[in-house]
Structures are given as structure tokens and as C-alpha cells.
């Protein structure tokens, strides 16, 4: 049992991007170590290990658990720490040190891959408490709640999820692997038939994607702000092939919910009947779609460590 409230506990995380990414650590620990930082580490041995080693750190005492790597890893260690048998959770205090391609909540903070910024930052200790999601859902089994950070996906996002992961094996680079399941998914023209319902309206009809964001959503929930208690959803539209690569430039820029195609809302609940054939992830975590699914939020549930 760890009784040193200023000792943090490191997760490594050396699957979260390419070969060049995993040889940081050394680095890292080495300045870390530069700083006269308390700290234990362990390393992930793969797919849901993080949140094993997250819920171990919280339920040993552990008050800064500090995660290095991708949105994955981070995902992984809110649902590990958020579960865990820790008598005040709201005492732990997340750092994160992005490592990876798929950084997409540390680039909202202004968090970017200067491993020494980021460590410098968690030394400051500056601390914010934030909102996490949530999808409650049935899994064939037995009911489950899948915490998140970034964003929800139902259909497209989650397609590119599943085509990367499955590409991935391929061509070994997972950046690669984005590209070539945005390159399918662009002559694929993919609608589903969902039904949902948002605050009082519910939402019929065939959709490309509907993306349910705490935080940006790869810039699919562009407005969205992880600690107003809100969430925001975007749903896309049938558009035409043109409209695909002017929504995909607007994407891009941050003009998202300007598309014709996109209608925007601001929400505490989504409750999903049905979404035929779509996948679904949460933070790039492909989870079970057995519907309905609750999506809801919980304000203030977990501490961050905020850059300067």
C-alpha cells in the first residue's frame, strides 16, 4: 500500500504508436528521474492491461497516476481507476504524457509529444476536475458501463476504428492504417438506420455517423467542453460525394457543424434504440452494440493535471 500522496504511479504503454514512439520511455524515465520525482512504473503487456494496472494503482493508494501513451491507454485508465476499490477517487489526479498518434484529448488540453513539457506540468501538479461520459449497455451477458473522455461514435467513426485495428496487422504502422480505412470508407458511402432520442426529440432516419462528444470528438463535437456537465452531439446526414470531401475540409478546420449535413445538439442523455449494423467505440474502443444504449455524463467525477 502506497501511503506517499506526491509518489506517482507510471503506466507505459509501448503499443500506442509506432517502434520510434515505444524507444521514449527511456528518455522519459531518465528525466523524470532528472527532477528527483517518487515514482513506480509498470508497462502494459497488451489490450486491457492498462485498466488492470490503473485499478491496482488506485485501490493500493496511489494519488497521481500518470499514463503514457494514446487515447486507448487513457481510456483504459479512467474505466481501471473509476472502478476501482480507491475510497475517494476524486483524490486521484490523472497526468498524462502523450505517446502515440491518437492523442486527441492531450492535443485539447495543449498537450503535445514534448514528453518534458508534460512532465514539467504533472510537477506543477495543477489540478482541474472534468467530466467523464458514459454508455451503459448490454453485452449479451450481463449489463456494463464503458466510461469515456473524448467521444462516443456510432457507425462511421467507429467503422474507421474497426478498419484500422483490422488494417493495422497489415501494414504494422497504424497511421497507415487511418489512412487506408479513410480511403475505403470514402467509396464505402455508408448509411445506417438509427433511432435516438436527445433531450425530447427523437431522431429517425439514415445517417452516416452520429458522434456523442465530452471533448472535441477528432473534431466531430467541435464546441464540446469537458467540465460545462453537458454533452454535445453531432449527427451527419445522407451527403452527396462532393458534400463528403467539403464536410472532410470543414472537418478539418474546425467548421464542422457549419455542413449542411450536420445537425448539432447539447445534451445530458442520449438513449440509442437502434443503430442497424453500426459499430460503436468509445475512445477508439470497440464495444458490444447490443441497443438500447444509455449515454450520459457525470460532472466533476475525476481529477486532471492541467498544463500551466
Known amino acids: 500500500m502506497n501511503t506517499d ?6 503506466i507505459y504503454n509501448p503499443k500506442a504508436g509506432t517502434r520510434k514512439v515505444q524507444k521514449r520511455w527511456k528518455e522519459i524515465k531518465e528525466y523524470i528521474e532528472s527532477k528527483q520525482v517518487a515514482f513506480d512504473y509498470v508497462q502494459s503487456e497488451g489490450f486491457g492491461t492498462v485498466e488492470v494496472l490503473a485499478r491496482a494503482y488506485a485501490s493500493e493508494g496511489y494519488r497521481i497516476i500518470v499514463v503514457v501513451g494514446g487515447d486507448g491507454a487513457l481510456n483504459d485508465a479512467i474505466n481501471g481507476i473509476l472502478t476501482s476499490s480507491a475510497e475517494q477517487i476524486s483524490d486521484i ?3 498524462i504524457i502523450p505517446n502515440g498518434i491518437g492523442n486527441d484529448f492531450a492535443r485539447y488540453w495543449d498537450l503535445n509529444l514534448d514528453y518534458k513539457e508534460a512532465v514539467d506540468w504533472i510537477i506543477n501538479n495543477r489540478r482541474k476536475k472534468i467530466d467523464v461520459g458514459y454508455c451503459s449497455y448490454y453485452d449479451a451477458h450481463k449489463h456494463e458501463r464503458r466510461y469515456f ?5 456510432i457507425g462511421l467513426g467507429a467503422r474507421i476504428v474497426k478498419i484500422t485495428d483490422q488494417t493495422k496487422r497489415f501494414w504494422g504502422v497504424k497511421f497507415l492504417s487511418y489512412l487506408a480505412s479513410l480511403f475505403l470508407l470514402f467509396f464505402e458511402h455508408k448509411l445506417y438506420r438509427v433511432h435516438l432520442k436527445i433531450n425530447d426529440e427523437h431522431v429517425r ?5 452520429v458522434c456523442v462528444g465530452n471533448a472535441s470528438g477528432y473534431g466531430q463535437t467541435p464546441s464540446a467542453v469537458p467540465y460545462n456537465g453537458w454533452l454535445d452531439v453531432s449527427v451527419i446526414y445522407r451527403p452527396e460525394p462532393l458534400q463528403i470531401l467539403s464536410g472532410l475540409w470543414m472537418l478539418i478546420q474546425g467548421r464542422i457543424l457549419n455542413h449542411k449535413m450536420v445537425k448539432s445538439y447539447r ?3 442520449v438513449r440509442v434504440y437502434k443503430a442497424r449494423n453500426a459499430a460503436v467505440d468509445v475512445d477508439g474502443r470497440i464495444i458490444p452494440s447490443h441497443y438500447p444504449l444509455e ?3 457525470q460532472s466533476e467525477a475525476i481529477t ?3 498544463p500551466n
Open 5 to 10: 500522496p506526491n509518489r506517482w504511479g507510471i
Open 304 to 306: 486532471l493535471i492541467i
Open 93 to 95: 489526479a490523472i497526468g
Open 149 to 153: 473522455l473524448n467521444a462516443l461514435n
Open 205 to 209: 432516419g439514415r445517417v452516416m455517423t
Open 267 to 269: 445534451t445530458k442523455m
Open 295 to 297: 449515454v450520459g455524463i
